[in-house]
């Protein structure tokens, strides 16, 4: 898996503050990179697991997949974070696994400007990272149903894909310098 970026991003420099979405399967890392780059950006971060209803973590927990239908509400809520903050001068970055281009949209919907960072894993190690998670609701069981759907961004959306495999500090800084470029 090699650094690639889509489509150059627009609007992740300019005047508008940033609004970043590190997306990807459970255990890519979108939390860690997320909080890193974050910094980095002096943005805030959004933590999207904190964001689902307690149904959808109930589901998780138990080993069922969320639907399209119940992953909605979800995507609205950290649209209007992300969108709450930006209108308030501050750059965002989010993280959400973001794993259709249908949902990418719907974020979207809310800003169009949002770059997303696809934080790119094979399934092994996804499911082994998650495995080995404490205290997360979802279950390492869970990891194959989030590959069956995912759709990786295409070459017509503003994103950009990096190496998951690789140590955050490298993907933020890669990241950083990617967004900064473009």
Request: proline share 6%.
């Amino acid at each position: 898996m090699d650094d690639k970026a889509a489509q150059a991003p627009s609007g992740a420099s300019g005047s508008a503050p940033p609004a970043i979405v590190v997306m990807g399967v459970a255990g890519c890392g979108k939390s860690a990179v997320g909080t890193a780059l974050a910094e980095v950006l002096g943005a805030i971060f959004i933590e999207g697991d904190r964001l689902h209803p307690p149904e959808n973590v109930a589901r998780m927990a138990s080993g069922e997949p969320l639907t399209d239908q119940l992953r909605e509400g979800w995507l609205d809520a950290i649209g209007e974070r992300i969108v709450a903050s930006v209108g308030q001068g501050q750059g965002v970055v989010a993280a959400c696994s973001a794993l259709k281009r249908s949902y990418r949209e719907r974020l979207r919907g809310f800003r169009r400007d949002i770059v997303f960072l696809y934080l790119e894993i094979d399934p092994a190690t996804a499911s082994e990272r998650v495995a080995g998670r404490k205290g997360h609701f979802m279950p390492a069981s869970l990891v194959d149903s989030q590959f069956a759907i995912l759709e990786p961004p295409g070459m017509d959306e503003q994103a950009l894909t990096l190496d998951a495999i690789r140590p955050v500090a490298e993907l933020v800084t890669d990241a950083t310098r990617l967004l900064r470029r473009s």
